[in-house]
């Protein structure tokens, strides 16, 4: 009974060392994950990609109702250069052409006003390769519907929202 307290009592003494000497040990503190920093945002940048999206909103839009349209425009206009329109029907026709024109005006200032931002400001220009030529398109989409290549249109503006995309894609949140 002796020898078993002995025992008892070394193996409590043990025990309290090992105990004793985990806590004297120093503990490296374990890696934290950690977040990538967000990068910086300026305000022309932030600006930029809101105008470039509202830009992007309306064409996309705009495009979605021009598309079904492009193949009845083309037979009008054929129609008319052959004299095969009634008068209502021309009448209306141009009326249609006029509108579509002045939207394209329209599309091609703010267009315009957008990439002379990018060329313009310095925090813009690394996104310049990807957004410029837009004005071009829209003065092609012009030329096209003044020639009554409604195909035309729809393409320059397919490349138009196409830029926008890739820009609005490329630019920081």
């Given amino acids: 009974m002796r ?27 374990g890696t934290r994950p950690t977040t990538p920093a967000k990068p910086f945002v300026s305000a022309d940048e932030r600006a930029a990609k809101q105008t470039a999206s509202n830009q992007l909103s ?11 349209l492009v193949q009845t425009m083309n037979d009008l206009a054929r129609d008319e250069k052959a004299g095969k329109l009634s008068k209502r029907a021309s009448t209306d ?7 579509l024109l002045i939207q394209l005006s329209d599309f ?4 315009t006003s957008l990439e ?3 060329r313009t400001k310095p925090s813009l220009t690394k996104y310049l390769l990807r957004i410029q030529g837009i004005t071009d398109l829209s003065a092609s989409a012009q030329d096209s519907a003044n020639a009554d290549r409604y195909d035309g249109v729809r393409e320059a503006l397919k490349g138009i929202v196409q ?3 890739d820009t609005v894609a490329a630019m920081p949140s």
């Avoid at 020898?3 to 003494?13: D, G, K, P, Q």
């Fill in 3 to 29: 020898i078993a307290r002995i025992l008892t009592i070394l193996l409590i003494f043990l025990t309290g060392f090992t105990i004793s000497a985990e806590a004297q040990r120093t503990r490296r503190p």
């Fill in 93 to 99: 026709f141009n009326n249609a052409k006029r509108k």
């Fill in 116 to 118: 002379t931002d990018f």
């Fill in 163 to 165: 830029r926008l995309t």
């Fill in 108 to 111: 091609r200032v703010g267009l």
């Fill in 58 to 68: 309306n064409l996309s839009g705009y495009l979605n109702k021009f598309t079904p």
